[in-house]
């Protein structure tokens, strides 16, 4: 269960230090880094320890592109961030939708599919 919420934890830390950084960038008037970039790099840190922690329980072919879910996270949340204003598009909208498609085809089939290791003693 605790890997299970530090993978949820990594996708929603990524996405979120994403954001953060975006909006922390516009608002910067100097070189030195302001609140939110700083938080943004704390959300990153944050990413990074709960995908360690994720990684010890999950295979990286099933963990890995879970990670692309990030993807839809900062999508929604680039349009309703205050000062991004990005906007939402059929385009974008499908491509993500296809992310979404290929993940969970990945997902399933790492459940179901039968596992293929590499062994280093075959002679070829």
């Not at 990074?48 to 839809?72: C, Q, R, T």
């Amino acid at each position: 269960m605790i890997s299970l919420c530090a993978l949820i934890v990594a996708i929603a830390a990524g996405a979120l230090a994403q954001l953060s950084m975006k909006a922390g960038l516009i608002e910067m008037t100097s070189v030195l880094p302001n609140g939110m970039l700083i938080f943004g790099l704390g959300c990153y840190a944050l990413a990074m320890a709960a995908w360690i922690i994720a990684l010890k329980k999950y295979d990286l072919g099933f963990a890995y592109p879970l990670l692309s879910l990030g993807y839809v996270l900062v999508y929604a949340g680039a349009f309703y961030w205050p000062g991004l204003e990005e906007t939402i598009t059929w385009n974008k909208t499908i491509g993500l939708s296809l992310i979404v498609l290929g993940v969970t085809i990945s997902a399933h089939n790492n459940k179901i599919g039968r596992r293929i290791r590499h062994d280093s003693t075959r002679q070829v």
